[in-house]
């Protein structure tokens, strides 16, 4: 394993620029001197210049948790990846499934931003994930293998800055998560067919898990082989608990060297 594990907390929508600023008071002295691991938070937009400037000085990255594809324009409520970029992310996540099935994002459209915003520079996070209602007909691994290609198109040269979220949809914010064994046999999956789209850098792309991560199930899910990292939703949004979900990051990437 060459890269660190990421561990990415996505705030969806919580917390004002206020809280944000006592939540790093909190947050940094907690995971202070962590090597093995990338700490990133996604807070909403409103509070990523306040993050941006509590972070200063310390590893911890900021990223976005949407953007759309053109840089400016008449899109009223929507942020550019250069918007992003200039207030100081270095991610964006994208494709999250309260996109797609909140907000009616397409394949199509999610691609599109993928493109932008990896052309200005930000790493992406593509999140993909099935629906109970998909798992359950036997879809599971068409509907990730439809994700990937789709929300790839035209960047495959591009994996290195690319990492993938395997989220199932039915494990988001239910308390539920994926039975480790499960969640790895997807990630495989992922792997092989992200060696389809490009052999060289494919190994680059770090898959993470997402969908009801807590310290208590964190340590059984990132000590599978192919999982190299978590999307934490519930579990970010208070320092000790997102800072020990961190830490067992950090301890496994040790210990794994
Ligand atoms: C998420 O928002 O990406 C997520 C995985 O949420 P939770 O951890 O709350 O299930």
């Not at 495959?156 to 979220?165: C, P």
């Not at 395997?166 to 998560?177: D, L, S």
């Not at 789209?197 to 192919?226: C, F, I, M, T």
């Not at 020990?244 to 060297?257: M, N, P």
Request: net charge negative.
């Amino acid at each position: 394993m060459t890269e660190k594990l990421l561990i990415a907390g996505n705030w969806k929508m919580h917390k004002t620029p206020r809280q944000t600023v006592e939540y790093f008071e909190q947050f940094k002295p907690l995971v202070k001197g962590l090597e093995s691991v990338e700490i990133l938070i996604c807070p909403p937009f409103i509070d990523i210049p306040a993050a941006v400037e509590s972070v200063k000085g310390s590893p911890i990255k900021i990223g976005g948790q949407n953007c759309f594809y053109e840089k400016e324009g008449a899109f009223t409520g929507e942020i550019s990846p250069v918007m992003l970029r200039e207030a100081g992310c270095e991610y964006v996540i994208l494709g999250h499934s309260e996109r797609r099935h909140i907000f009616g994002e397409s394949d199509e459209v999610i691609n599109k931003k993928v493109v932008a915003a990896l052309e200005e520079g930000l790493r992406v996070i593509l999140c993909v994930g099935e629906t109970l209602q998909e798992r359950e007909s036997g879809l599971t691994f068409t509907v990730i293998e439809t994700q990937l290609k789709l929300g790839l198109s035209g960047v495959e040269d591009k994996l290195d800055k690319v990492d993938i979220a395997y989220e199932p949809v039915w494990a988001i914010g239910t308390g539920v998560a994926a039975k480790p064994e499960d969640a790895e046999e997807v990630h495989r999956f992922i792997y092989d067919k992200l060696r389809e789209l490009n052999p060289q850098k494919a190994e680059k792309v770090r898959v993470l898990y997402g969908g009801s991560v807590k310290p208590s199930n964190a340590e059984s899910l990132l000590s599978q082989p192919h999982i190299r990292g978590v999307l934490v939703g519930g579990a970010s949004l208070k320092p000790d608990s997102f800072a020990q979900i961190a830490k067992i990051g950090d301890t496994l990437a040790t210990s794994k060297g």
